[in-house]
Structure formats: structure tokens, C-alpha cells
């Protein structure tokens, strides 16, 4: 029986309303009898007890109370029918409407009419990194908002962002569902008032094709207006130079694979500088910033690098745009030029006369010591691996080896290895180093019997890098762990620890890296995140760090304290810029290893007062640009490993 009821009130909607109509009468009607009949007050007679049970149920059913001729109680119902149709018709219509609305706004589907708010669009990996930065950039404004944009869900994507970021006080986050490659979900977040937009990179394989796509729509939806700024990145360099075009005049194009493996060489061959670049990337504390200051026109830059109190100089911009990075000291400041300065905020540049802060008796009076060449091993390949050799074989110290093991499993690198790998549109490239050998094997990598056999101890430093995401994007480093973890056993058996560099994909697996002391762990796709928000936020700085991070340019270095001022004894901060002075760098700050002083791995300090004395010890480091990056300087690995530290930071 509930079997052939079931089928019958799936057969059609008359016949639901026909059986919502007969179990409304098989209620109503014996209840109205049983109240008439129990009524003391009720007719006597049939008839009159019959039109009060209809009465009664009409009433209920609000059909009309009407009694009489039949045609006259006929009417009533076919009014009451009118009647209720008409109500449950509004009521439906109305619940419908809110209903859709609802649907809409739940699924993000309403236009955002904010101006001079931050667009993100698309969601990969870095979307926390850049939303965070993103917030911090703009703590001080009163109001602000931030829009994402991604083919997710709405209350997905808030939940997500709310649970990693926490509050974000006076600026808004705003979630819009949709293909980011739609004009029409486009024009959602509307990025013709927006102060930047930024495009991140695909997750999948063809993640760099939909990131052109992405920014054809966008100029699509802007049309002939200019439009904000448009920071975008690929992983790929083959699709690099369509999106260059694909951005349009005001866009700015970042790779990621490139930046990640220039990271990871900057900490084989200069360890301890990745705190540092988080520390410069991140809006939390100091970090680049352009000055203007036209009352130094025409002075020479090695005596302004004393002359700014509260931000240390680091290089100045001219004033077609090109960067120039510690020039050399008797480089004249040009009218329309700008320094380039790490200070906490964009104006908080002052300048004075500082020449009197310097100790000339607390100079030291020796410079780095001869360097050997370095050994490292390299296990594992990827996308990435072919930049890497290749910045190794660039800026490694001369008669250096590097020994590449993949597994049998993997892509291996072809062997022998080209002189150059193909690497277009270098803004600058360094010549290569004579003399670096590269040598390749096959072997298992989480084998202990087979890394055994390798002797990693032999090596100066160990890199691991990670699969492709896509090759298992659920568990990104359970390999990467497992090599770690077999590393650390082999190096209990041995006695003798040796620094590794971890390539990591999901940063949550930071604290479970078993990594020993002066390693550290690289955490893909952090650092090009920071590297977006800041040049979204200050577009100018785009060719600085392109000067930084280029193979032969410009480039951070840690040099020993004691290689500028006298150890163990006090000395202002201005004494230790006078001395980089004349080494031809421009000193930005230090870091300490001194773990009552700061926390364990971290110790750096950017732009301390230059009026600041401390007493400086063997194992401080100096944070320097130079001028020239393109061979491994001996001195920035001096600290590196002597204060023990495990480097565990997220500046990748």
C-alpha cells in the first residue's frame, strides 16, 4: 500500500493536490461534526446541525461561511478558492524571490561596489600569503576591503579565509564565486575602481594557460580605461611574455618557479638570509620604500648612505625607472631620482648629517679570508630544478661540485647538463663559473641503504626539493618528510650533521621538518605571494626586486660583524655603514644569534638606529647589498651555521 501511494504522488501535481485536499476533509470535516454535536447550544434538527458543520469547516478552510440556496454556497467556495489561490500565488512568488536572492548572495553572485579595494583573483596556495599581506598593508587606513574572486564556493572561501587569518579589523573581506576568466564574474568585483589587482597563479597543469585567460577578460571588462595596477604570475616561463601583453601597459608579471629556485640557491650558497627576506617582504616591521629627497641632488651617494636617520639606505632609482642597487659610494644623485630605503612607513624618511656617529677607532682592519669550493647535493627534480642548476652554476664558488640524484621514477636531468639551460628573456645573466661540476645519479632518496651509499656527510650542504604539486597535490611532502627523517638517522649513525634545504609545499608541514641545525626549510609559492603584494602595493619597486633577485645583479649577503667593526667591543650602527661604505655595500641591518636577545633561528634587524651602539660579537652578521652577485662570497657563510640555529621560517 505505501509502495503504490508513493507512486501515485509521484505521478503527477493534481494528484498531490487531490490527496492533500481528501486528507484535509477526512480532518476537518469529522472534527467540525464532533464539535457541532458536542455544542449544547447547537441546532436541534439535521439540517440545521449539516450548515453548521459546513459553516464550521468553511471557516476552518476559509472558504466562506455562506449558508443557503446551493449556488449561493457554491459561489462562496469558488470565491474562497479565489481568494487562497491568490494569497498562496503572492506568498510563493514573494518566498521565490527572497529565496533566489538569498541563493544569490550565499553564492556570491552581487556586485561589489567598493572603491580603491585590493582584487585577488583565483585561489591557489598563496591567497592566504596575499590576503594576509594585503590586510597588514592596510591596517592604518580606516576603511578598506579586499575581494576575492574564485570558481569556489562563497561561504567555503570566507570560512577558509576567517580560520587562517582571524580578524582583520577595519578591512573587509569580500568573497565573489566565479570563473575568474568570465568577463561577466568579472565585472562582480569590479575592477575598474579598484586601487590593484592580482592574479594568481593556477594550481593544475594548464593553471598558466587560465591565468592568460584571466587577464584577457580583465582587460575586456576595462576596455579603453587604463585600470589599476595588475600584478599576475605564472610557473611557466614560456607563458610569461603572452601574459606581459596579455596585463597591458600598467601590468607587472612575476614567475614563480624562477623566484622559488633563486630562493633556494640564495640559501645554498648564503645561509640564514631567509628570515631576512621575510623580514623584507612581509608588512610587519620595515621594508622597502622609495624616497624622495631633492635636497640631496647633486651629493654623492656614499655620503648620503649616513645621512638618513630613520631608514637605512640601500640603493637609489633614476629617474627613467632603472634600479641601481648599492651603486658604487661616488655615484652622484641625479634631479628626479629616488633612494631606495628600508624604513616602518612610506614617509618616514628624515634626514640629518650622522658622519659624527662614527667611531673610526672601532673599524676593523682585515676583510674575508680565502674561500674553498663547495660540495652539494642535490636529490630530487622538478620544474624548478633546471633554474636552480643553473643560478648554482652561476654564483657558486669556482671548482665547486653539485651532484644531482633523482629517483629512477622521476624526470631526470639530462645528462651531461647543457652548458646553458634555456632561459629567455634574462633581464641579466651572470657568466657562468668555470669549473663547477656537475655530476648525475639515479637512486632512491627515501632508501637509507641507498643514501647511505652516497656519503652525505661528504657534502657542504643538502637540497631536497619536493615533486610538482600536481604530481601528488593531496600530499605535497610526505616525500620530501620521509627524506628528511632518513637524512637525520644517517647523520645520528655518522656523528656529523649537515645543513639542509628543504623545499617544502604546504608551509603547515614546517614544524613537522626534521631539520638540524643551519638548515632550513623553503616553502614554495610564500614567497612569490609576498612578492605580489608588495609590488601591488608600490609598483615602482617591481624593478628593485628584479634587480635583487637576478642572477649577477644586486643581491643580499650575511657578512660576519667582525669583518666591519672590532668584536666583542661596543660601536654604533653608523660605524658599521661608514665601514660597508667603503667596501663598496650598503649595510640595512644585522642579525644575532643570540638566543637570550632573540628568538632561536630569527635575531635580524632591519634599519636599527644608527646612533645605536651595541657590543658586536664573532658570531653577528651584517645584512649587506652588494653590488655584484654572481659569485659565492665566502664571508655569508661565516655565521651561518655557527649559532646552531634551525632557520624553521615561511619567507618562501
Not at 370 to 398: K, T, Y
Not at 445 to 464: N, Q
Not at 501 to 511: H, S, V
Request: glycine share 10%; proline share 8%; charged share 20%.
Amino acid at each position: 500500500m505505501r509502495y503504490r501511494f508513493d507512486n501515485t504522488l509521484a505521478r503527477s501535481t493534481g494528484r498531490l493536490v487531490g490527496w492533500l485536499a481528501v486528507t484535509c476533509l477526512g480532518i476537518v470535516v469529522p472534527a467540525s461534526a464532533l464539535l457541532v454535536w458536542t455544542d449544547p447550544s447547537s441546532p436541534r434538527s439535521l439540517s440545521g446541525r449539516l450548515t453548521a458543520v459546513w459553516r464550521v469547516s468553511a471557516e476552518t478552510l476559509r472558504l466562506g461561511a455562506v449558508t443557503g440556496a446551493p449556488l449561493r454556497m457554491l459561489l462562496s467556495v469558488l470565491l474562497g478558492l479565489m481568494a487562497l489561490l491568490y494569497v498562496s500565488t503572492l506568498i510563493g512568488v514573494i518566498t521565490t524571490g527572497l529565496t533566489d536572492r538569498l541563493t544569490e548572495l550565499r553564492r556570491g553572485r552581487s556586485t561589489v561596489v567598493e572603491t580603491a579595494h585590493s582584487v585577488v583573483l583565483g585561489w591557489s596556495e598563496q591567497v592566504f600569503t596575499v590576503v594576509g599581506e594585503l590586510v597588514a598593508a592596510r591596517a592604518d587606513q580606516r576603511w578598506s576591503a579586499v575581494v576575492v574572486l574564485a570558481d569556489r564556493d562563497k561561504t567555503e572561501m570566507e570560512e577558509a579565509l576567517a580560520t587562517v587569518l582571524g580578524p582583520t579589523g577595519t578591512t573587509r573581506l569580500i568573497c565573489r564565486s566565479g570563473s575568474t576568466a568570465d568577463p561577466d564574474a568579472l565585472g562582480l568585483v569590479s575592477p575598474g575602481s579598484a586601487h590593484a589587482v592580482l592574479v594568481l597563479p593556477g594550481t593544475e597543469a594548464a593553471g598558466d594557460a587560465e591565468t592568460v585567460r584571466t587577464l584577457l577578460a580583465l582587460r575586456a571588462v576595462l576596455g579603453e580605461h587604463a585600470g589599476p595596477p595588475v600584478v599576475a604570475c605564472v610557473r611557466d616561463e614560456r607563458y610569461r611574455t603572452a601574459a606581459r601583453l596579455a596585463a597591458g601597459p600598467r601590468g607587472i608579471v612575476l614567475e614563480s618557479d624562477r623566484t622559488t629556485a633563486g630562493l633556494i640557491a640564495h640559501c645554498t650558497l648564503h645561509p640564514g638570509l631567509t628570515p631576512v627576506l621575510r623580514e623584507l617582504l612581509d608588512f610587519a616591521g620595515d621594508e622597502f620604500y622609495l624616497a624622495a629627497a631633492p635636497e640631496l641632488v647633486g651629493r654623492r651617494f656614499g655620503d648620503v648612505l649616513l645621512d638618513c636617520a630613520t631608514a637605512a639606505v640601500a640603493g637609489l632609482v633614476r629617474a627613467d625607472g632603472t634600479p641601481l642597487l648599492s651603486p658604487p659610494p661616488e655615484t652622484v644623485v641625479a634631479p628626479g631620482d629616488r633612494l631606495v630605503v628600508v624604513a616602518p612607513h612610506e614617509d618616514s624618511a628624515r634626514w640629518e648629517d650622522g658622519r659624527d656617529l662614527v667611531e673610526p677607532s672601532a673599524l676593523a682592519g682585515h676583510g674575508a679570508g680565502p674561500v674553498e669550493p663547495s660540495r652539494f647535493l642535490l636529490l630530487g627534480w622538478n620544474r624548478r630544478a633546471p633554474h636552480l642548476v643553473d643560478r648554482l652554476r652561476r654564483c657558486a664558488r669556482p671548482d665547486s661540485v653539485l651532484h644531482v640524484v633523482t629517483d629512477p621514477t622521476e624526470q631526470a636531468p639530462p645528462t651531461p647538463p647543457p652548458p646553458t639551460p634555456p632561459l629567455p628573456e634574462p633581464r641579466r645573466e651572470a657568466p657562468l663559473v668555470d669549473g663547477l661540476n656537475v655530476t648525475c645519479a639515479a637512486a632512491d632518496p627515501t632508501d637509507p641503504s641507498s643514501l647511505r651509499g652516497l656519503d652525505p656527510g661528504s657534502y657542504d650542504r643538502i637540497i631536497v626539493l619536493g615533486p610538482d604539486t600536481g604530481d601528488d597535490a593531496d600530499r605535497p611532502d610526505h616525500r620530501t618528510l620521509v627524506v628528511l627523517l632518513v637524512l637525520r638517522s644517517l647523520a645520528q649513525e655518522t656523528g656529523r650533521t649537515v645543513p639542509v634545504i628543504a623545499e617544502l609545499a604546504d608551509e603547515r608541514n614546517q614544524m613537522l621538518a626534521p631539520l638540524g641545525p643551519g638548515s632550513e626549510a623553503v616553502v614554495g609559492g610564500r614567497l612569490t605571494g609576498l612578492l605580489m603584494a608588495q609590488v601591488s602595493q608600490n609598483g615602482h619597486l617591481a624593478g628593485v626586486f628584479e634587480e635583487l633577485f637576478a642572477a649577477g645583479g644586486s643581491a643580499l649577503r650575511l657578512r660576519p660583524a667582525s669583518h666591519y667593526v672590532r668584536a666583542d667591543r661596543p660601536a654604533s650602527f653608523a660605524t658599521v655603514v661608514a665601514a660597508a661604505r667603503d667596501r663598496s655595500e650598503c649595510a640595512i641591518g644585522y642579525r644575532s644569534h643570540d638566543t637570550a636577545a632573540a628568538p632561536a633561528g630569527h635575531g635580524v634587524r632591519l634599519n636599527p638606529a644608527k646612533a645605536g651602539r651595541r657590543v658586536w660579537r664573532h658570531t653577528d652578521e651584517i645584512v649587506v647589498v652588494v653590488r655584484d652577485g654572481a659569485a659565492e662570497g665566502g664571508t655569508g657563510e661565516a655565521g651561518g651555521t655557527e649559532g646552531n640555529q634551525v632557520a624553521r621560517v615561511d619567507a618562501s
